[in-house]
């Protein structure tokens, strides 16, 4: 079994919004998108416009038919609403080129994240790692774990640490200290 990591450098984060931004706006704004709000990439490819024309995303999600509201982060709006701007009413915020109006599947958002990440050199990087760096650095600015199991519908903060890499983070922090 694969597991994806959250992009845990700041530095990383940037140059794949630069390559993102530089590609293609629509892959940009679907990184953004995942790293700003903690959405699962299914939820974010059922996003039209007008989920991004208002101040918080409500939907139900794919995963567990919860219903979610999100608020829109305040320093990605300058980005948002102006790529939502350029679509039609109805369209898909990730819209794939084949088709009338269809969203990309999940296999062309693992390849454009796959694509942006070999060209910043970043391994383990797969759909998850959106979700995985939005509560990373969630997590290490507020340090509310609760706050943030809430977000992601977790039972258990065990499971949140876990998910968002922190526990491993601490593993190998021990690992490197440990002499025999």
């Known amino acids: 079994m694969n597991y994806v990591q959250p ?5 990383k984060v940037e ?3 630069e390559y993102l931004k530089g590609k293609r706006e629509r892959d940009y704004i679907m990184f953004l998108l995942g790293i700003s709000t903690g959405l699962r990439i299914s939820d974010i490819l059922k996003l039209k416009k007008e989920d991004l024309l208002k101040s918080h995303i409500q939907i139900k999600e794919t995963k567990t038919t919860k219903a979610k509201r ?3 982060p305040g320093y990605i709006k300058k ?6 701007k350029k679509l039609e009413d109805g369209e898909f915020v990730i819209k794939s080129r084949q088709g009338e109006n269809k969203a990309i599947d999940r296999s062309t958002a693992y390849r454009i994240l796959r694509e942006a990440a070999e060209r910043v050199n970043l391994k383990e990087i ?4 959106l979700r995985k760096t939005f509560g990373y650095h969630f997590y290490k600015q507020t340090k509310n774990i609760a706050m943030l199991q809430e977000i992601f519908n977790h039972s258990d903060q065990h499971i949140t640490l876990r998910y968002i890499g922190i526990n491993q983070d601490a593993l190998d922090k021990a690992m490197d200290k440990y002499r025999i």
């Open 79 to 84: 980005e948002i609403i102006p790529y939502a």
């Open 7 to 11: 992009i845990r450098d700041i530095v």
């Open 70 to 72: 999100i608020k829109i």
């Open 126 to 129: 797969g759909t998850h790692t």
């Open 15 to 17: 140059k794949m919004k």
